[in-house]
């Protein structure tokens, strides 16, 4: 499969993506655990079937020394005893922000109380703004076709 477009060769997609970068430094630079954030990274881009994005971040999960048991059973995670309860109201946070088109109200109360009882405030904003993040990135990946497969550990910094 071959992109419908580079973002190196586009200038406004170049400095989009770069700005997005530099926001996703923001959320990694945080007190959210890594492994939290590459849980919901994988998470998001399995819903939205942005196989580049999981090209990337199984990779990097695992280079992190992520176990192949929980990465094999992200999209399996609540049935999955791997997870902790945190990893697990992150892991729920993610895919109702992922899939809010499917509920009248978004995110629900519930799964919001629950994210409050295990992250504070700046991890919790650190988690919302990578939910969007993700999300960004995965549409751009999939509206553009963005080809996976060759990815490597660390690739993009």
Known sequence: MEARLSYYQSGIAAKFAKHLN????VVTGSALPAPTQ??????????NGCSGCLDMHTKDAAH???????????????????????????????EQGTRLADSAVGVTDEAWANAV???????????????????????LNVITRQPAGDYEPGQWG
């Open 22 to 25: 530099s926001a996703g430094a």
């Open 38 to 47: 590459e849980l919901v990274k994988i998470r998001a881009s399995q819903i």
């Open 64 to 94: 992190a020394g992520e176990s192949a048991v929980r990465l094999n059973l992200v999209a399996a995670w609540r049935e999955a005893t791997v997870f902790t309860a945190a990893e697990r109201v992150a892991l729920e946070l993610t």
């Open 117 to 139: 009882k295990h992250y504070d405030e700046e991890q919790l904003g650190a988690l919302v703004c990578l939910i969007a993040l993700i999300n960004t990135y995965n549409r």
